[in-house]
């Protein structure tokens, strides 16, 4: 039993090494864009997104990221530290560090160690203490709401922008091809005595 739990941790040690931390994620953002981003510098094994549960909000705030080795997720951190996430055609700035093993939810518990739990009641030394936190939590979810908030309607106009440039790239693209089909790029060719297939 404490071969296993010390090989299982050795694994989980090694995957962590390989792994990268992103946030500031845009809520459009799929495994399939985190792949085509890193692609440039790194294999991707796979992509878990982090759920933030205290929030009514399905979005994907950030990702663990899977590589194939430890140099491809210091490459990739670098990478992403100098120069900025490309979704649809638009630059977002997202922080990118070396996943720690505290970022996993499915992180195997250290070989020989235990945890004990007891419950507070009020008059414990302990009970002030928690309170306090209790309340800071409630505060800060109310902030995080507003952030959350202002995020989305930002990224609407973002996305709403991205719209008109690829609906404005489409009508460019589509005019030269009907340019090109109907002839009149050889007309115009003809007039200015420009030889359309030099070399």
């Known amino acids: 039993m404490g071969e296993h739990a010390e090989k299982?941790?050795?694994d989980f040690e090694a995957r962590v090494k390989r792994t990268i931390y992103i946030d500031h994620l845009s809520p459009v953002v799929t495994r399939q864009v985190i792949r085509a981003a890193l692609s440039q510098c790194a294999n991707v094994v796979s992509v878990e997104f982090i759920e933030n549960y205290t929030i009514p909000y399905d979005i994907p705030a950030a990702a663990l990221v899977?590589?194939?080795?430890e140099s491809q997720?210091?490459?990739a951190v670098d990478l992403m530290r100098d120069f900025p996430f490309i979704i649809g055609g638009m630059p977002r700035p997202v922080r990118a560090s070396l996943?720690?093993?505290?970022m996993f939810a499915d992180r195997p518990s250290l070989p020989g160690s235990k945890?004990?739990?007891l419950w507070l009641k009020q008059g414990d030394p302990e009970y002030d203490g928690m309170s306090k936190l209790k309340s800071l939590a409630k505060r800060q979810e109310a902030e995080n709401m507003?952030?959350?908030k202002s995020i989305l309607e930002e990224e609407k106009e973002l996305a709403a922008q991205q719209q008109i440039m690829l609906d404005?790239?489409?009508?460019k693209y589509d005019l030269l091809e009907s340019i090109v089909q109907n002839g009149t790029i050889k007309n115009l060719a003809g007039h200015y005595r420009v030889n359309l297939f030099d070399s």
Do not use: C, G, Q, T
């Open 168 to 171: 404005a790239n489409y009508y």
């Open 8 to 10: 299982e941790h050795a």
């Open 73 to 75: 997720a210091k490459s």
């Open 115 to 117: 945890m004990e739990f």
């Open 99 to 102: 996943a720690r093993p505290e």
């Open 146 to 148: 507003a952030l959350i």
């Open 66 to 69: 899977e590589l194939d080795d």
